[in-house]
């Protein structure tokens, strides 16, 4: 059966339901415009952390980039500014994209992908931002604030909206981002292998720790 896309609602609406902000919340939700040259290049540089390349391909050919932040059928990528920042600058990003089936199935998700919108959310901040290090909270913030638009958006022209399941992975080791997890409402779940374990070269590759989104805990954190 042919997945649906992460996003079914014309794509020049899109980009204006991207900007969002919630009461007191630190971080600002954006869009990232290829045509604006800084924040772009802290998106682009931004990829070239190891622990981003473990989880997303890394492709830094500048054209493939302008057309990955574009496209909102297999994933939606927000970029996350400081509130407290008057110029916006770009200080990290937050991507969601449909989950796999062997992540699924390991995950122990019983319901049906025609009914559901089963996601897999990665993000990274741009590391020569002082910015961001001086300013906590703002990459759990933007999360929190990213899976309710999410929501918003699934909602906003579907008859009929699917409910969404929003997981995320972490390597065990990677403590600054399993603080992000739970503070912006997640609930770790177990281990799984992210790569299909079917494939030789992922049989011995180590089990990734696995987060659900727990709405209700986002709802009663958001400021």
């Not at 997945?3 to 900007?19: G, Q, S, T």
């Not at 958006?153 to 009929?160: A, V």
Request: aromatic share 8%; glycine share 4%; net charge positive.
């Amino acid at each position: 059966m042919k997945k649906r896309p992460i996003v079914e609602i014309p794509r020049k609406e899109i980009i204006n339901l991207m900007n969002f902000h919630i009461g007191k919340e630190p971080a600002v939700l954006k869009p990232i415009h290829p045509k604006n040259k800084t924040n772009f290049i802290r998106y682009k540089k931004s990829l070239e952390n190891p622990q981003v390349k473990e989880f997303i391909q890394s492709i830094t050919a500048t054209k493939v980039l302008k057309k990955w932040v574009n496209s909102y059928k297999d994933m939606l990528v927000f970029g996350l500014a400081a509130k407290s920042d008057k110029n916006k600058r770009l200080q990290g990003w937050i991507q969601f994209a449909l989950d796999e089936q062997h992540r699924i199935k390991q995950a122990n998700i019983k319901e049906n992908t025609k009914d559901y919108l089963i996601l897999e959310v990665c993000f990274a901040r741009y590391f020569g931002n002082k910015l961001l290090k001086q300013k906590k909270g703002i990459m759990s913030s933007g999360l929190r604030q990213a899976i309710l638009k999410m929501e918003e958006i699934e909602k906003l022209k579907n008859t009929k909206p699917r409910k969404i399941i929003i997981n995320a992975y972490v390597s065990q080791g990677n403590e600054g981002s399993v603080r992000v997890l739970e503070r912006a409402g997640f609930v770790k779940k177990g281990k799984v292998s992210y790569h299909n374990p079917k494939f030789k070269k992922y049989q011995d590759e180590e089990k990734l720790l696995y987060y659900k989104a727990n709405i209700k805990k986002i709802r009663e954190l958001i400021k």
